[in-house]
């Protein structure tokens, strides 16, 4: 269970969860907690300590002085130790899922298996590390016009520093480590805050890796009020890079942050275009797939379907089909469409709902919802003028809009503000390439739903949907910068074989 065994100290007398500090389990000197509240019940679960601003800079600088020590520990020793906290997050998945699954109401089989996906990413990240970070690079001279050999660069990647780790609620241990593994392996301190909802998850998780051996202060996990202590840990001036996974949050956190690098991922408006030759029974499966699995819940869900009017009506059925196999309930039982994460996102997802009954959206199924639980719903006959086509519900509800032409389609994509993902269903390889080219996304997914991962792939959004690229490679590059040496001969010197 969750809060027992070893991870008994992760709990205060009075059952609210330390934050971790100097590599010790610490109660904050605020005296406050903050609660999470079930999405099923709706009820307090969990309290996480309630951190004030002196803790968070305290913690901040001693990030900084072990960052300077660590960055001297050699690659092997780094990939050792990210091995064994690989181990320890798969040997702890019962207990970290069970954390997942009554935060965010994540099915337990998805639960368990985010905690072993985890464990492969930061094994994988450790072996790509020492690849990526033990290769330099050498130039001479006289490769530029007008100069003789006389000059050799060196060029090396060495860490930036701190970095600032901020994962979202529907993925709050997977995508911690997608941050904090490459931060570690490239010489990085990491300081994690977790979002509210899964913080228990995400300090699960962190004492895995206090179990490895990691040294103290290199890694920090802080929780508390994003209104007492976000602005003062994303302005932090020790503060060397951030790497955000979320919504909105982060454009204000890129106007805020100084001249650091940011790694940030913003949320997506994928769509998922049918081509008149498309198999409708792969698109059909992978649209279900796609839009509803962990309730619609994810950055690269399916979030609008453009379907060629010729075979719309067949497309419909084959999904609405799909929908009425898709059992709805509690995340104990593995339901495939369980509660939405907070009763305002619930609320949320209803306005969309509301605003394309008044326009005349053709419900697929009755909606229907109990607390923050919301049936599958698809919507179809959906036009331009409705919220719903252009808005990222979050949630069970997906948008069917029938277009006439592969332009009217690809137009509809590109005028969102998003740009995360998107995906084509077609035999026709030369349609599908085309189309992806012409698609203003990160990615494009042929004959397959949105989908982030396998960890190691390049993830990325345009537009809104956020700056640089993920995947292991990209975020080691990324949390590293280049430092060249150069050696001046006093004369030219020709290697002559």
């Not at 099915?107 to 990240?125: F, H, I, N, Q, W």
């Not at 699995?293 to 690269?300: H, K, L, V």
């Not at 008044?358 to 919301?374: D, M, P, S, V």
């Not at 990222?392 to 740009?419: K, Y």
Request: hydrophobic fraction near 40%; charged fraction near 20%.
């Amino acid at each position: 269970m969750a809060g027992t065994g070893v991870f008994a100290e992760l709990v205060d007398g009075d059952g609210v969860f330390k934050y971790y500090s100097s590599g010790e389990w610490k109660k904050s000197s605020s005296g406050k907690s903050v609660p999470i509240i079930n999405p099923s019940t709706r009820q307090p679960h969990f309290k996480v300590q309630a951190c004030t601003q002196e803790e968070v800079n305290k913690l901040i600088e001693e990030a900084k002085t072990a960052q300077k020590s660590w960055a001297k520990t050699p690659l092997w020793k780094r990939a050792e130790l990210l091995h064994k906290a690989a181990a320890l997050l798969k040997e702890h998945k019962v207990p970290i899922a069970e954390c997942l699954v009554k935060e965010i109401a994540k099915p337990a089989k998805d639960a368990a298996t985010e905690a072993v996906r985890s464990g492969d990413l930061v094994s994988y990240c450790a072996e790509e590390g020492v690849r990526v970070l033990g290769e330099g690079k050498f130039m001479v001279s006289d490769s530029f016009p007008g100069n003789e050999r006389t000059k050799y660069c060196l060029t090396a990647k060495i860490p930036l520093g701190v970095i600032l780790a901020i994962p979202p609620f529907n993925y709050p241990v997977n995508l911690a480590v997608s941050k904090i593994a490459p931060a570690l392996i490239a010489g990085n301190s990491i300081v994690l805050k977790p979002p509210t909802q899964g913080a228990v998850a995400a300090l699960h998780m962190v004492h895995c890796f206090h179990l490895a051996g990691f040294p103290k202060g290199l890694i920090s996990c802080v929780t508390g009020r994003g209104s007492e202590i976000g602005d003062f840990l994303t302005m932090h001036p020790m503060v060397n890079c951030i790497s955000f996974t979320g919504g909105d949050t982060g454009i204000a956190i890129s106007k805020k942050a100084g001249m650091i690098p940011l790694q940030m991922e913003l949320g997506g408006k994928d769509a998922c275009i049918i081509l008149d030759d498309a198999d409708l029974d792969l698109a059909a499966a992978n649209i279900v797939k796609g839009g509803f699995s962990y309730s619609g819940q994810r950055c690269t869900a399916v979030k609008v379907v453009l379907v060629m009017e010729s075979v719309a009506n067949a497309l419909v059925e084959k999904v609405k089909a799909k929908v009425a196999k898709l059992t709805v309930g509690l995340p104990e039982d593995d339901s495939d469409i369980t509660p939405v994460v907070t009763e305002s996102s619930a609320n949320f997802i209803e306005g969309l709902v509301v605003d394309a009954k008044q326009k005349g959206a053709t419900f697929c199924q009755e909606y229907r919802r109990e607390g923050n639980l919301i049936w599958p719903l698809l919507l179809d006959n959906v036009r331009p003028d409705m919220r719903i086509a252009w808005e990222e519900p979050f949630g069970p509800v997906l948008p069917v809009i029938r277009i006439t032409s592969v332009e009217e389609g690809i137009h509809h994509c590109n005028a969102s503000n998003f740009g995360l993902q998107g995906c084509v269903f077609t035999r026709d390889i030369s349609k599908a390439i085309l189309i992806s080219d012409a698609m203003e996304t990160g990615t494009v997914q042929i004959n397959s739903a949105p989908a982030r991962g396998p960890d190691h792939f390049p993830f990325q959004g345009l537009k809104d949907s956020g700056i640089g690229s993920q995947g292991i490679t990209n975020s080691i590059n990324m949390m590293t910068k280049i430092k060249t040496t150069v050696i001046n001969l006093p004369t030219p010197s020709y290697t002559m074989g």
